[in-house]
């Protein structure tokens, strides 16, 4: 009979230690380490066995419902009013392992949108979109940039020190010298400078790196919704990336116009359809945008937006108002006008950090259907409405069946753009308080 010397048990037991305690630790990172609540909220929070949630008896600012089974831990959240707070994740009840900061915020309203919109944007920066290879007046083939490590993705920042304005500018620079040019990049979160030797193209006569390179994008989207307090607009509910590479455009500078459906190319199973549209009136911008964000693009209105069938602000449906059934959304696809459409809640995926894809939708009103064959690019943004509350926005359809989609809930949209609001508030204090 096969049997197992100590040695052998010793490493098995040690793999599983090691497996148990990695386990641990990934659930432990999965916990967010700050959460925000809106005032009139119930959060709802699940903890796996063996780690529980632990709260002070003189919380002033929270009260909470254990909803305990033997496998799992559920617990109701609600605020008592505005205010910081913290829970503790505990093991086995007894040991700390982590603090959660809570922090509770006031409720907002907001104007749905649906509005077709144009989006223009200038990068921050240069990005390196693809790489060629030159040949020069001996014939060779090289890219020096690719030589230079180089990558496609990089941002460009500067070229000896000059910093670069578009890509024409990056073209002006390097024309101007023969000689060796220093290239600083951003990759990422790092900055990177590479020595890159021009060649001089037999194709053009003209001194070139072998890069492909944009510093602009525009497209159309939609509106999912305007806040008549603070003059902001969240639209969307995902990321405006570079087509080839993929990347997050960070923004400079640009601005939402008013956009008019020319026409709608109906999805199919394999082939997502598309909202062909132009920008018009480019000389009276709807608004400034400011954040380019995984959740959503978000900015400052400059007037007053009017939704003909929302006259005004309506309150936002949390995660946990929202139940699976009968919803709308708001988009826009013929006439400029903007219509209501049903749809279906399939399937509601409880979040307690943001994602993109919170809940599946389907498309039931037939209308929509006969139009577009469901959800096309050019909706993302669309608002999603339930019981008279905003709950949340399309952000993306089914490639393989384009009568669903994912939303977003609206809490994240909102959040993230609060967040990086205040950001950009704190960075320009920092700006002030150092030029002072």
């Known amino acids: 009979m096969f049997k197992l010397s100590k040695s052998s048990l010793f490493y098995i037991c040690l793999i599983f230690m090691l497996l148990f305690s990695l386990s641990f630790s990934y659930y432990i990172?999965?916990?967010?380490?700050?959460?925000?609540?809106?005032?009139?909220?119930?959060?709802?929070?699940?903890?796996?066995?063996?780690?529980?949630?632990?709260?002070?008896?003189?919380?002033?600012?929270?009260?909470?419902?254990?909803?305990?089974?033997?496998?799992?831990?559920?617990?109701?959240?609600?605020?008592?009013?505005?205010?910081?707070?913290?829970?503790?994740?505990?093991?086995?009840?007894?040991?700390p392992v982590k603090e959660i900061a809570v922090n509770v915020i006031p409720d907002c309203e907001v104007i749905p949108g649906g509005h077709s919109i144009g989006v223009k944007m200038n990068i921050k920066g240069v990005l390196v979109v693809g790489m060629e290879e030159i040949e020069n007046n001996s014939g060779e083939y090289i890219n020096p940039s690719l030589e230079a490590g180089l990558q496609i993705g990089d941002i460009i920042l500067a070229v000896n020190g000059t910093e670069v304005n578009n890509s024409s500018h990056v073209q002006d620079l390097?024309?101007?010298?023969?000689?060796?040019?220093?290239?600083?990049?951003?990759?990422?979160?790092?900055i990177y400078n590479f020595n890159v030797k021009p060649v001089f193209s037999k194709l053009d006569n003209s001194y070139r790196i072998g890069l492909w390179v944009r510093d602009k994008t525009a497209g159309v989207g939609t509106l999912t919704y305007y806040d008549a307090h603070n003059k902001t607009f969240g639209a969307l509910g995902h990321a405006i990336t570079d087509i080839d590479t993929g990347i997050l455009y960070n923004i400079q500078d640009g601005e939402i116009l008013n956009s008019k459906v020319l026409s709608v190319q109906?999805?199919?199973?394999?082939?997502?359809?598309?909202?062909?549209?132009?920008?018009?009136?480019?000389?009276?911008?709807?608004?400034?945008?400011?954040?380019?964000?995984?959740?959503?693009?978000?900015?400052?209105?400059?007037?007053?937006i009017q939704n003909p069938i929302y006259h005004s602000s309506i309150p936002i449906g949390y995660q946990n108002?929202?139940?699976?059934?009968?919803?709308?959304?708001?988009?826009?696809?013929?006439?400029?006008?903007?219509?209501?459409?049903?749809?279906?809640?399939?399937?509601?995926?409880?979040?307690?950090?943001?994602d993109t894809k919170s809940m599946i939708i389907r498309v039931t009103d037939e209308r929509l259907l006969k139009k577009s064959g469901g959800i096309v690019q050019g909706m993302s943004g669309s608002p999603i409405i339930q019981n008279g509350k905003l709950i949340g926005a399309v952000t993306h359809v089914f490639v393989n069946d384009p009568s669903k989609g994912y939303g977003i809930f609206i809490e994240w949209m909102l959040r993230v753009s609060d967040k990086y609001d205040k950001e950009n508030k704190n960075q320009l204090v920092n700006n002030l308080n150092i030029a002072n």
């Not at 023969?178 to 790092?190: A, H, P, T, Y």
């Open 29 to 95: 990172y999965s916990i967010p380490d700050n959460i925000d609540i809106f005032e009139n909220e119930t959060r709802s929070f699940h903890v796996n066995f063996p780690f529980s949630l632990s709260f002070s008896s003189e919380d002033e600012i929270l009260e909470y419902t254990n909803l305990n089974n033997k496998i799992r831990h559920s617990y109701n959240i609600s605020p008592l009013q505005l205010g910081n707070s913290k829970l503790e994740l505990t093991l086995f009840g007894k040991i």
């Open 321 to 354: 108002d929202i139940k699976k059934g009968k919803a709308y959304i708001l988009t826009t696809l013929e006439d400029n006008k903007i219509d209501k459409y049903e749809v279906y809640i399939e399937k509601i995926n409880y979040q307690t950090k943001p």
């Open 174 to 190: 390097i024309n101007d010298s023969s000689n060796e040019v220093r290239i600083k990049v951003k990759r990422k979160d790092e």
């Open 266 to 304: 109906q999805g199919k199973s394999g082939y997502p359809g598309e909202i062909k549209g132009i920008f018009y009136e480019a000389d009276k911008p709807i608004g400034a945008l400011r954040f380019n964000t995984e959740f959503g693009i978000f900015g400052e209105i400059y007037n007053t």
